[in-house]
């Protein structure tokens, strides 16, 4: 009994001793963890504790935005208003000789065109082809006799007989790729509204929707901009068999911009060039007109609204199949591994711990060890690389059927076959129906008592009338399509870039940079564009170059241009 | 102190080391280059995706002029073709093939293998202008004929960390590595892995009973080549094992569509 209770005292005595063992192990511990932090903080702290001495912060001089070093020098930024630019401190004479400066004439006798776009017109532009004539006043009559070819002036640019713009002209690229003379910028339609009748309602309402305009029916005698309360529309059968909507003036707002079933798939992305778009990081422009978070294969432009703001657009992305095989190699001899099992032998003849200590050196792991922690996002020996850039498409898409279409999609930038119907095409393929024209400025009120035209002479009951949008958008449309779909390395692809004020306000300092990937090698002198530009290259990061078209004038509503440019894939 | 301080305390201690290591280890398990030949591209093959189960992979040939290459067919090398040759291969299987009229080596002839483990996915009806590049430098075809054991890992080049410099459309840009280091760690870093080259070191040894296994097995492969009339023409060289009827193929081939421009790159 006795020695039990000794053992149970000795084994109680142990395990009180194995506690305050481990209690002092702990309590150890803990000031030891106590101390590393203290130190740790205190390290930390170190700056309140002993604030150092006070020394006046450096002035910081933002510099002038005219000596940023990516801006020209002759290049200032102007104040956009409805009639283009009004503030120009400097002139554009200082620009470079490759770009002549537009000479502006001083307003001509334009006065005899209707007063609503009379500041869309180009004193030094012959708009006879386009309008006859300059009429004294408006009527769907005429418009229907003089200005056929203005109603699809954007499925087929005519060549101008009498080139008098200074627009300079773009001349067939070296690559050889299908392109004529570029026509100058046709002149933008009148609103709708101002065509707007009892007899063309209908035809300006298949207009509207095959140019994706938003057909917004509202109260004017309402406060609130909706259209809930308006049966107007739907009520009359014709106007809705033809597409006319009612839908509230901020509804369906679509994605902006429009996205291109173009992304390659995401199992092979590698084996694509992508060219274009923002990525996940969007491009922001500081108040020096340099552009942050630019990343290689990006593509966008940003321009200045009239309101002052700073607005960045991103195009559309441009995938081009070009894989690029690499070899490493490795040559190991005989004559290498006998030497080496030699001295192996040797060691182990002499001693034990010598081999040991010439095997840890020899150790392949110890060789390849920075080798292997770069690899450690690898998946599986094959598809690492893959998923390491699965981010490039903005997109995802179902397989090679929709890369091809971007040939097809690719005529829509070719001026003299650019249609609605590939508009149509364009938005069906990304999302359907998308208005790209969202906020364009077509707007049918229904007013009784102000009423200015009959959509329906015998629906006495169906009174619209049109008026022009109060509130302004500034938008800019970016779609960059390359020559070709794929690209062997040492192959000349040309990228051409076309921008369109889709708003109903002129936009101005538009400038369009691209930051082109590795792979792109820009060939100098192909940089051309239709309109007055600035261009600068400079060298990126990426071993390649950054291009930036400046556009020396303001881009009217529903104006556009192209710029263009060919590249050697490396 | 309780049981659950003490346990807290030793899983802090333990996992400081592991968090160590952990940073430090970044060692795939499974591929290296010192596996078995054909255990990549098998392992490749069962993981599925991407249809490399039944596609010819087209591979590109490339070699110094006037050299020859001959794969094996039905037990046997096929006849002889002048490079560059291109020919459809199968995912994970490995090919012998011979190359004979070596430059400045008459006479002499290097027997390389090559294990396909991955496929590229060019637009439809172009696959024969995008193929795999295989290239056999003079250099290469030199070393294994001095004895050395050359290792080629072919890779497709990530486009987000290429290198910026130009590259020809009929070469390959080489990376060479010391002994020591793996080669096809080094691919998956810089891209992805496609094929593997082995030259040098094994000849046939004449006997009959072993040509066989020397020829590891004739696996399948497409022959393309361009008929005088101006058609290209396709012929699959199945295994002696499928052309017995006892095992055929698991899924049928993609029949190859080629757009009719695409006959330009067939010689």
């Known amino acids: 009994m006795k020695i039990s209770k000794m053992s149970k005292h000795m084994i109680s005595h142990q395990i009180n001793t194995s506690n305050q063992v481990w209690r002092a192990s702990a309590i150890f511990a803990s000031t030891l963890l106590l101390c590393l932090t203290a130190c740790t903080s205190i390290e930390w702290n170190k700056n309140i504790l002993e604030p150092p001495a006070y020394t006046p912060p450096p002035q910081v001089v933002k510099p002038p935005k005219q000596t940023a070093s990516f801006i020209p020098n002759w290049f200032n930024k102007k104040t956009v208003t409805e009639e283009g630019f009004v503030s120009s401190t400097q002139s554009a004479q200082n620009a470079p000789s490759q770009v002549a400066p537009p000479q502006i004439a001083p307003a001509q006798n334009y006065s005899q065109y209707p007063q609503q776009y009379q500041y869309h017109q180009n004193p030094q532009q012959d708009y006879s082809y386009y309008y006859g004539a300059p009429q004294v006043a408006y009527s769907p009559q005429n418009y229907q006799q003089t200005a056929p070819q203005q109603m699809m002036y954007q499925q087929v640019a005519p060549q101008n007989p009498n080139p008098t713009s200074n627009q300079p002209a773009i001349t067939p690229n070296p690559a050889g790729c299908v392109w004529d003379t570029l026509p100058v910028s046709p002149p933008p339609p009148p609103p709708l509204a101002a065509r707007f009748s009892s007899e063309n309602a209908p035809q300006l309402l298949e207009e509207s929707r095959e140019r994706f305009f938003r057909l917004v029916a509202y109260d004017t005698n309402s406060a609130a901009e909706n259209s809930q309360n308006v049966q107007a529309i739907p009520a009359d059968p014709s106007l809705a068999a033809r597409g006319a909507q009612v839908v509230s003036m901020y509804q369906n707002r679509q994605q902006y911009p429009p996205q291109y079933p173009i992304a390659p798939p995401r199992h092979a992305n590698d084996e694509y060039l992508v060219s274009g778009g923002d990525g996940n990081m969007p491009s922001r422009v500081q108040s020096d007109w340099s552009i942050t978070n630019l990343q290689t294969e990006e593509t966008i432009a940003h321009f200045d609204t009239v309101s002052g703001a700073v607005v960045v657009v991103p195009s559309n992305p441009t995938t081009i199949y070009a894989p690029r095989f690499q070899n490493v190699r490795q040559v190991q001899g005989v004559v290498q591994e006998s030497q080496r099992t030699w001295v192996a032998a040797n060691d182990a003849q002499t001693t034990l711990a010598a081999r040991a200590s010439r095997e840890q050196i020899g150790k392949t792991a110890q060789e390849t060890h920075s080798l292997y922690a770069r690899n450690q996002n690898s998946l599986d020996g094959m598809g690492g690389s893959a998923a390491a850039t699965a981010n490039r498409g903005n997109i995802s898409t179902a397989g090679d059927r929709n890369v091809e279409s971007v040939m097809s999609y690719r005529q829509a930038m070719h001026l003299k076959s650019f249609s609605d119907a590939e508009e149509i095409y364009l938005a069906s393929g990304g999302m359907k129906a998308a208005a790209w024209e969202g906020g364009e400025s077509l707007r049918v009120s229904i007013n009784n008592q102000e009423a200015i035209a009959c959509a329906d002479a015998k629906a006495t009951t169906s009174l619209f009338a049109l008026k022009e949008e109060t509130k302004g958008n500034s938008l800019l449309r970016l779609i960059k399509v390359a020559s070709a779909d794929a690209a062997q390395p040492g192959d000349l692809v040309e990228f051409t870039v076309r921008f369109d004020n889709v708003g109903n306000r002129p936009i101005g300092n538009v400038t369009i940079v691209d930051n082109l990937t590795t792979r792109l090698e820009f060939l100098p002198g192909t940089a051309q564009s239709s309109l007055a530009t600035g261009f600068l290259v400079e060298p990126n990061n990426a071993g390649s170059f950054t291009l930036r078209w400046e556009i020396t004038e303001p881009l009217l509503p529903q104006q556009y241009g192209v710029v263009q440019f060919t590249c050697r894939v490396r | ?267």
Not at chain 2, 12 to 39: K, N, W
Not at chain 2, 157 to 180: K, L
Request: hydrophobic share 40%; aromatic share 8%.
């Open chain 2, 1 to 267: 102190m309780t049981r659950f301080c003490r346990l807290i305390l030793v899983l802090f201690l333990g996992c400081v080391p592991a968090l160590v290591l952990a940073q430090t280890s970044g060692m795939h398990p499974i591929h290296t280059h010192g596996l078995p030949v054909g255990e990549v591209g098998q392992t490749r093959l069962a993981h599925g995706g991407g249809g490399v189960a039944s596609y010819y992979q087209p591979v590109r040939f490339l070699a110094p002029a006037g050299t020859h290459l001959a794969l094996a067919a039905e037990g046997n090398f096929a006849p002889p073709q002048a490079a560059p040759y291109i020919s459809g291969l199968r995912i994970g299987a490995v090919y012998r093939f011979c190359v004979t009229q070596i430059p400045f080596y008459p006479g002499r002839e290097v027997y390389p293998t090559l294990e396909l483990i991955d496929r590229i996915y060019p637009p439809r009806g172009r696959e024969l202008e995008f193929p795999i590049l295989v290239e056999l430098t003079q250099n290469d075809l030199e070393l294994a004929l001095e004895g050395k054991f050359v290792t080629k890992v072919v890779f497709l080049e990530n486009p987000s960390s290429a290198i910026a410099e130009v590259q020809r459309a009929d070469e390959n840009t080489t990376i060479d590595i010391r002994p020591g280091i793996d080669p096809l760690m080094v691919a998956d870093t810089l891209g992805r892995p496609m094929a593997i080259l082995r030259l040098g070191g094994r000849v046939p040894s004449g006997r009959a009973e072993e040509f066989a296994a020397f020829l590891l097995g004739c696996p399948a492969w497409l022959e393309i080549g361009m008929q005088p009339s101006g058609t290209p023409f396709f012929r699959e060289h199945v295994t002696p094992v499928e052309r017995s009827g006892l095992k055929h193929a698991a899924l049928p081939y993609q029949p190859m569509v080629l757009r009719q421009d695409a006959t330009s790159v067939l010689r």
